[in-house]
């Protein structure tokens, strides 16, 4: 991009304007370029919305003054962005309906974030409003994040799905016991059989893994189902209130204490985080390929769809959201608007209507919801 006959405001306006053109152009990187190896651009990606915006603004800016050379390079630069922008920005105009006569098989995907254990005082309360949620909209299978049980007591969160809620069967693996009776990991419930149940293990982790399982919707109609909860970012919450201060605005004073240190903490925070994820994610990548029915992922990926993570699970499947809903679509309820990070994805064989995202704050990640056509055969084409 060359300045040309520029004004000084515009030669400075020029300057920040090719900032901001470097930083998308580095961003739109993210989904092809493993973190394992080069993990910068997975963090700009993070903020691609943002980015985006600003890159936006300079375009507006130059078709206002007519700079007609400046103008074209933006629309070039903002064109070259279009596969992230189509992943990134759903523009759907109405809900889809399923093929009539097609089975159906309404799917809901939740991390509970263990029901709000560890609020010792209204964690029954959390725990009935999710479970109300739940019953008002009566899914067929829930994948649960982030699931909590007890063997016995108020807290025995399995007992009560199965009894209270109908879900005959389920698939709870366990990622932790204590006192050999408290249980913690990644769970599925259901209305149909689930044949065939296993898991996927990370060397990398202990927390994280992925639960999948033979859903069998009817005769010869057959799913395979995959509960994904990714590495997250291990963010404390020091840490998080250390961003949430930066973005609100921290007083001269304040960033003078241990500011380099802190931002060190949080840079390293999500650099393992995106190098854990890019691995996993190659690994589910390598199940759902070989797979032998039509694939449904639901789950937490801890990433937005500008990552390689996401980039690397969807490969070939619909994205749930994109096919049915408008806007950006936050999941995970913190004070940025832009964290998609839940998501029910979906072979091409299967069908897909009434995606929707259930912003209702009893835990950090909102509940998704989606209706599933499956195929007759139950065969992967």
């Not at 910068?40 to 300079?58: K, Q, W």
């Not at 994280?208 to 509960?227: C, S």
């Not at 704050?361 to 055969?377: L, R």
Request: glycine residues 6%.
């Amino acid at each position: 991009m060359k300045a040309g006959r520029l004004s000084w405001f515009d030669k400075l306006i020029y300057f920040f304007n090719l900032l901001a053109v470097i930083l998308l152009l580095c961003t739109y990187t993210a989904p092809y370029l493993n973190p394992e190896t080069l993990w910068m651009p997975a963090i700009l990606a993070l903020g691609y919305p943002f980015t985006l915006a600003l890159n936006m603004l300079f375009t507006i800016y130059w078709l206002l003054r007519k700079k007609w050379r400046q103008l074209l390079y933006m629309a070039a630069v903002l064109l070259l962005g279009l596969p992230m922008f189509t992943k990134t920005f759903a523009f759907a105009t109405g809900q889809k309906t399923l093929v009539a006569g097609t089975p159906q098989l309404k799917v809901m995907s939740y991390n509970v974030r263990n029901f709000d254990l560890y609020n010792w005082k209204e964690n029954v309360v959390a725990r009935d409003k999710m479970l109300s949620l739940i019953s008002a909209e009566n899914p067929d299978v829930i994948c649960f994040q982030e699931f909590y049980t007890e063997d016995a007591g108020e807290l025995h969160n399995v007992k009560l799905l199965v009894n209270e809620l109908g879900y005959k069967y389920y698939h709870f693996e366990k990622t932790l016991t204590l006192r050999g009776k408290d249980h913690w990991g990644e769970a599925v419930f259901s209305k149909y059989p689930l044949n065939n149940p296993d898991k996927i293990v990370f060397s990398n982790s202990t927390g994280n893994i992925v639960t999948y399982a033979d859903v069998a919707v009817g005769e010869g109609q057959i799913i395979r189902l995959f509960n994904a909860h990714l590495q997250s970012f291990r963010l404390s919450n020091k840490d998080v209130k250390y961003v949430q201060d930066i973005t609100g605005g921290l007083s001269q004073e304040d960033l003078k204490k241990s500011t380099i240190q802190k931002n060190l903490i949080v840079l390293l925070k999500l650099r393992d985080g995106f190098k854990k994820r890019s691995t996993q994610a190659r690994i589910l990548a390598e199940y759902i390929q070989k797979s032998p029915y039509p694939v449904l992922v639901c789950g937490d990926f801890n990433d937005v769809p500008s990552s390689y993570a996401y980039h690397t699970i969807s490969k070939n499947l619909q994205d749930a959201f994109l096919q049915s809903s408008f806007g950006i679509g936050k999941t995970f309820n913190t004070f940025l608007p832009t964290l998609r990070i839940d998501y029910i994805l979906a072979g091409e064989a299967l069908h897909l209507s009434g995606f929707k995202i259930i912003d209702k704050d009893y835990s950090d990640h909102y509940a998704i919801v989606c209706n599933i056509g499956v195929p007759k055969n139950g065969v992967k084409p």
